[in-house]
């Protein structure tokens, strides 16, 4: 018999457009984005209450970008949460496209 993972593990959701951060199984946090042609637009990160002040946000968001550097995809940080680790972390500056105001006009449309 397996023991649980301790270790926060971040995984993809496509179906639900989002990268969730699991803490022994149960999710503990979510960073939302929405695919425009070769740009993942990132708009929300959200960390539960109960998993506040543990890391968890800045390892999820780290993982999520990371995933999208393999995939071949740019990174667009709507989101501030995203934003502002963007500016801590250069690493992922070559995949970085600014936020214009046509990127807005359309997450608008894309989330109603």
Same mark, same amino acid.
């Given at each position: 018999?397996?023991?649980?993972?301790?270790?926060?593990?971040? &995984?993809?959701? %496509? +179906?639900?457009?989002?990268?969730?951060?699991?803490?022994?199984?149960? @999710?503990?946090? $979510? /960073?939302?984005? *929405?695919?425009?042609?070769?740009?993942?637009?990132?708009?929300?990160? &959200?960390?539960? %209450? +109960?998993?506040?002040?543990?890391?968890?946000?800045?390892?999820?968001? @780290?993982?999520? $970008? /990371?995933?999208? *550097?393999?995939?071949?995809?740019?990174?667009?940080?709507?989101?501030?949460?995203?934003?502002?680790?963007?500016?801590?972390?250069?690493?992922?500056?070559?995949?970085?496209?600014?936020?214009?105001?046509?990127? *807005?006009?359309?997450?608008?449309?894309?989330?109603?």
């Amino acid at each position: 018999m397996s023991q649980p993972s301790t270790a926060p593990v971040v &995984e993809r959701a %496509d +179906a639900r457009n989002r990268y969730e951060i699991l803490v022994e199984g149960k @999710r503990a946090g $979510l /960073t939302a984005y *929405r695919d425009r042609g070769e740009q993942r637009v990132f708009h929300h990160t &959200e960390i539960d %209450d +109960a998993f506040a002040g543990q890391g968890l946000a800045s390892r999820l968001v @780290r993982e999520a $970008l /990371t995933d999208v *550097r393999k995939s071949g995809k740019r990174i667009v940080p709507v989101c501030p949460y995203v934003a502002k680790f963007l500016k801590r972390n250069d690493e992922f500056a070559d995949i970085t496209d600014p936020v214009t105001p046509d990127v *807005r006009r359309w997450l608008e449309t894309e989330l109603g």
